[in-house]
């Protein structure tokens, strides 16, 4: 079993800046493969960012040279920093662990979510 818990939401500005923490524990969080999705109301599960085992990384189209993902194996942590936020960017944010691809369906742990609103 796989425990993950997002940390680092709240409302800011368009332009602004938020990073997003997810601690993971229980399996060799080092090992597995981890990612970002959002989902804002009434709308789909979207992939944002993916981070594989050896650091690997993967954006959706819509965050890429804005966002960022990052792991520390130390700490069993993984990070997504986002700048230039944009209020589209709004949506609640949740941490996935354990799967391949953009496809939500292909991951196997999920954090409760944390949201994350941006103000015009």
């Known amino acids: 079993q796989v425990q993950l818990v997002e940390s680092g939401g709240g409302l800011v500005q368009a332009g602004g800046s938020l990073r997003l923490s997810c601690a993971g524990s229980?399996?060799?969080?080092?090992?597995?493969?981890m990612a970002w999705f959002r989902q804002a109301p009434g709308k789909e599960r979207v992939f944002v960012a993916r981070?594989?085992?050896?650091?690997?990384?993967l954006y959706a189209d819509s965050v890429k040279g804005r966002f960022s993902i990052s792991r520390d194996y130390s700490k069993n942590t993984v990070y997504l920093q986002m700048n230039s936020l944009r209020p589209e960017d709004t949506a609640l944010y949740y941490c996935?662990?354990?799967?391949?691809?953009?496809?939500?369906?292909?991951?196997?742990?999920w954090g409760q979510g944390i949201q994350v609103t941006v103000s015009s």
């Open positions: 981070i594989g085992w050896t650091g690997s990384t």
């Open positions: 229980g399996r060799t969080f080092s090992t597995l493969a």
């Open positions: 996935a662990a354990d799967g391949s691809g953009s496809n939500h369906r292909n991951y196997g742990y």
